[in-house]
């Protein structure tokens, strides 16, 4: 069924679907749209669950910990500053195997108070051990949520689903709802390999010494490698019933690109735009989507650039000294590739900033006539004056 | 009270405690109370060491290991997820030390309690953070030394009231408990069970290594604490009816505290000083408990 929704309601929409039990969060802009409605979902019976009213994020994330070791299928929503204060527990999570599904509006971090669009917030958690995966709109947003749960489950870790604030979580878009029917049939109740059980007691969590620690912590890493093929099967299984795929990555136009955009989040929709105009234009340029970060689809980054010569990051974020973080993820992607192309590292976007399609189209021609790449990452679209005063 | 429960031995002699660790027999009463039917959750704490290394644990119920400042919240969601499971039977325990429950836990404690979660909350308390190594906390008394309050540069505020501060939000049941009163720990705990709704449980459980006392004299010092009225025992039930289960006088606080190498630097000053402060406080507990009699 068609309905026209908003990016959390899409959200909201899929956890109905996939009958999480257990649901918890506290509120902060722009990610409160999604709590409303699941909050109002149980306390009307449209969902048999039990919508915890915590005190923090903090909170959220540990009451989930605490039910999903029990054995139910649970979901919070944070953003920004909310996922920042749980940073904690997000490492606790993947460390105890925890299958928690999480919605994470991308916003800016303070200080100044900024709710607007951002990457930083959820790049930043980048080593806490949870699959990430950045949607371009709304249909995509309702489709990733209900395969997160299904590759949670399968390999148990956590997945946090990203979506741009304001620009996809409160822009009305047509979505299509699947049939709930169709829906327990690629996702069927939540089988725990483990639960906190009187009948059964075990102690989860508890003084690990070198003799075994590293050991858990590669079998993490080596369920981080699963998800991902596990992930590409998922896609096939859903596919088959609902007829809608995105892949790991998405590349428009690679095959014969000189040039190609790397990009994440709504600004590939822009640039979808701007690829047609150059492309009417004679320009051999693509895109290069990237929606599952965590684990990286190294191997998919790598065939789809084959026969480019040049990589324009676009990235919404910044790692202070480092730059642009896709940018750097690419890098280390193509490093060990014979002729790879060249990375150039933009800064756009942030804090809300508009991406133009001008923007866009300034980057690829940099990009273009310039001979090597800048040792830094290009923050475009700067200021020089800012409140009168002319920046250094 | 069910005194067949005291046969019934949830905990492995094999733990990993000092000797004479309060926290320990705490435990051991607790669960006898309590029973096979709990969960229990278990933030950072000398317990953390104490229920032993994997692949091993000291207790006989199933015990999930927590962040420090989450005792409140993770109960929260495993009571939750019992209750969708249909599970009403087994009893959800979080069991933190006072850094995890006066400090840093407390805001998802208050949080917890606010919501009425049910579950039973127990605070071991060793007046510090002795899993690190015996730096204050603000249960830590006044007078005594620790590592962060060293030298002569010992504690000079006064201990935090956790009790009244879980009594301000009206939960159903409140008490202090003290393991070396083990039937009333164990009534305590057992009263607690069959209430439903938040309910707080506050031991005072001696710390030979961090209070410079010898293990022999843990359940000695421990009585004390209640014969001088520095640790009493009570009950609030809905945050209004108080009943004090003992009503002690039976030494002076200096006994208590001559026997203690955490408050060896001590004047005969500064003891007057504490025994009028602790005068003061039982005074105003007596005058709650006459106002609700
Ligand atoms: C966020 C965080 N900060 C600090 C620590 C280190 N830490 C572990 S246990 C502990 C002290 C525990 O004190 P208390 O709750 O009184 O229990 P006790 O060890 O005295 O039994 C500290 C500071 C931690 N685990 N987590
Ligand atoms: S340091 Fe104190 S509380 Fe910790 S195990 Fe030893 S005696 Fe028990
Ligand atoms: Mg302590």
């Known amino acids: 069924m068609k309905r026209v929704l908003e990016g959390s309601h899409a959200v909201a929409e899929a956890v109905r679907l996939a009958k999480a039990q257990v649901i918890s969060a506290y509120p902060i802009t722009p990610q409160t749209h999604i709590v409303e409605i699941l909050s109002d979902y149980c306390s009307t019976g449209k969902m048999k669950a039990k919508f915890l009213r915590v005190e923090s994020e903090h909170s959220a994330l540990a009451s989930l910990i605490g039910a999903q070791s029990s054995g139910v299928r649970t979901f919070t929503a944070t953003s920004s500053q909310g996922l920042a204060l749980m940073h904690e527990l997000l490492h606790w999570a993947s460390g105890a195997r925890l299958p928690i599904v ?91 390999k483990f639960q906190l059980d009187p009948a059964n007691p075990c102690a989860f969590g508890q003084l690990v010494t070198p003799a075994f620690y590293m050991e858990m912590r590669h079998d993490i890493d080596r369920a981080m490698g699963l998800a991902l093929t596990s992930f590409i099967e ?25 040039v190609v955009f790397l990009t994440s989040g709504t600004v590939t929709g822009t640039c979808r735009l701007v690829l047609k105009a150059l492309r009417e234009k004679g320009e051999k340029v693509g895109i290069l989507k990237v929606k599952l970060f965590r684990p990286s689809p190294v191997e998919q980054i790598r065939a789809a650039l084959r026969s480019a010569k040049k990589v324009a990051v676009i990235d919404r974020n910044c790692s202070f000294g480092a730059g642009g973080i896709f940018a750097q993820e690419v890098r280390a992607a193509l490093c060990n590739q014979p002729g790879h192309p060249l990375v150039y590292s933009y800064i756009a976007g942030i804090g809300g900033r508009d991406v133009t399609p001008e923007l866009l189209e300034e980057i690829y021609w940099k990009t273009r006539n310039s001979e090597v790449p800048e040792k830094d990452s290009i923050w475009m679209g700067l200021q020089e004056v800012v409140h009168g005063t002319r920046r250094a | 009270m069910e005194l067949d429960a005291l046969d019934q031995e949830l905990m492995y002699s094999g733990h990993t405690g000092c000797p004479g660790c309060g926290a320990t027999i705490a435990m051991r009463f607790l669960l006898k109370a309590l029973g096979d039917k709990t969960v229990v959750v278990m933030p950072a704490s000398c317990w953390s060491v104490i229920a032993g290394p994997y692949p091993q644990c000291a207790v006989k119920v199933p015990l999930i290991h927590s962040a420090f400042e989450t005792g409140g919240a993770v109960a929260s969601g495993v009571r939750a997820a019992l209750d969708l499971k249909g599970d009403k039977e087994t009893t959800v325990v979080t069991w933190a030390g006072d850094g995890g429950t006066f400090d840093i836990g407390f805001q998802a404690l208050s949080g917890a309690v606010e919501r009425n979660e049910d579950f039973i909350y127990v605070c071991y308390d060793n007046e510090a953070y002795m899993n690190t190594g015996i730096q204050r906390s603000s249960s830590t008394p006044y007078g005594a030394w620790t590592t962060t309050t060293p030298g002569t540069d010992w504690k000079k505020l006064r201990k935090k009231n ?88 039976e030494y002076l606080v200096r006994e208590y505290f001559k026997l203690q190498g955490r408050f060896r630097h001590l004047t005969d000053k500064d003891l007057d000083e504490i025994q009028e402060m602790v005068n003061e406080d039982w005074e105003l507990l007596l005058r709650k408990a006459d106002a609700h009699a």
């Open chain 1, 234 to 258: 998922i896609e096939e299984a859903y596919a088959r019933l609902f007829k809608r795929r995105y892949g790991v990555v998405e590349a428009v136009q690679c095959d014969d690109a000189d």
């Open chain 2, 162 to 249: 956790i009790v009244e501060a879980l009594v301000a939000h009206r939960i159903p049941y409140a008490a202090t408990a003290n393991i070396a009163f083990p039937e009333d720990l164990v009534r305590k705990a057992q009263k607690a069970k069959s209430i439903k709704g938040s309910r707080f449980i506050h031991i005072f459980a001696s710390c030979p290594t961090g209070w410079r006392i010898p293990s022999e004299m843990s359940i000695k010092i421990a009585r004390m604490a209640v014969q001088t009225n520095i640790f009493p025992l009570y009950e609030v039930e809905d945050g209004v009816r108080y009943t004090i289960n003992y009503k002690p006088r």
């Open chain 1, 102 to 192: 999480m919605a994470e509006v991308n916003r800016a971090l303070g200080p100044g108070w900024n709710i607007w669009v951002d990457q930083t917030d959820s790049l930043s958690q980048r080593d806490t051990g949870w699959i990430q995966f950045y949607c371009e709109d709304s249909q995509e947003v309702l489709d990733t949520t209900l395969q997160a749960y299904r590759l949670a489950e399968e390999v148990n870790l956590p997945a946090m689903v990203v979506l741009d604030a304001f620009f996809l979580s409160h822009t009305y878009e047509p979505v299509d709802i699947p049939d709930e029917k169709d829906v327990d049939r690629f996702l069927p109740p939540y089988a725990p």
